[in-house]
């Protein structure tokens, strides 16, 4: 039972590594043009997750009727955008004293620090499956739980490459940018074990996290994804398809596997 539960928390952990791994196979150095590209690809992505894998399950999570089963919703994303304010200030005082400073630097730190903090309650809702069905006494067949882990770990491979393609844009090397993804998925299952050991208060508490999570994906997107992804970019057009298309394919993902 034991290795069960561990083998499914870190289902999800194994999707993000797996986007990871894809700045091994690509060229290091990286254009403006794909620069833009990268910035819609994960406006479009991280849009359509903060919607699907967070609001929409914070909604439904929710008790109460009215305004009280959207109040922790609303609550959770309002506090994700201040925190997220607070957070661009500080980075973006401590990256300028930074020989190397760039301007693209703090927006990739950022994009970093919102798929992270949106990865914990992924984690969190893994573990309330499973710490459900170890209190139903429901040792031999965990399947929805594997199914749910299974659906978050492909919502992660793309998002796996979204966090390390912008950071090795940025020069650093393929081993330290592959850290960066690993740091950004191992809270995952971290969240997982939190939630199994305080299920009961995890799962009053749950909703808010997933809609922090989604303020915090939705100020990065708005903040700074759709202003850079526009940067130098003279076909427009082009670069507003290729945001679109990024939605969609996480939306259909989330449908498909949620």
Excluded at 87 to 104: G, L, N, Q
Excluded at 146 to 158: D, R, T
Excluded at 192 to 214: D, G, N, Q, R, W
Aim: glycine share 8%.
């Amino acid at each position: 039972m034991f290795l069960k539960v561990l083998a499914g928390i870190m289902i999800p952990f194994i999707g993000t590594m797996i986007g990871s791994s894809v700045i091994f196979i690509i060229k290091k150095e990286v254009s403006f043009h794909i620069k833009n590209i990268l910035s819609a690809l994960a406006g479009g992505i991280m849009l359509a997750a903060s919607v699907w894998s967070l609001i929409i399950p914070s909604v439904e999570m929710s008790g109460g009727e009215g305004i009280m089963k959207v109040l922790q919703t609303v609550t959770g994303f309002l506090v994700g955008v201040l925190s997220m304010i607070w957070a661009d200030r500080i980075i973006d005082r401590s990256v300028k004293k930074c020989d190397k400073y760039t301007p693209y630097a703090t927006k990739t730190l950022m994009q970093l620090i919102a798929v992270t903090v949106h990865n914990i309650p992924e984690g969190m809702a893994v573990g309330m499956v499973f710490a459900s069905l170890l209190a139903q006494n429901v040792t031999q067949d965990f399947t929805s739980a594997f199914l749910l882990a299974f659906g978050i770990a492909v919502q992660n491979i793309p998002e796996g490459a979204i966090v390390t393609m912008p950071v090795m844009a940025e020069n650093k090397s393929r081993k330290k940018t592959f850290l960066w993804g690993f740091i950004s998925g191992v809270v995952e299952p971290i969240g997982a074990v939190l939630a199994i050991a305080a299920s009961k208060i995890m799962a009053v508490t749950l909703p808010f996290f997933l809609s922090y999570a989604a303020g915090a994906m939705v100020y990065v997107v708005a903040e700074q994804l759709i202003p850079d992804m526009y940067d130098m970019e003279k076909k427009k057009g082009s670069i507003t398809v290729i945001f679109s298309l990024g939605f969609l394919l996480m939306m259909s993902l989330d449908v498909i596997f949620g």
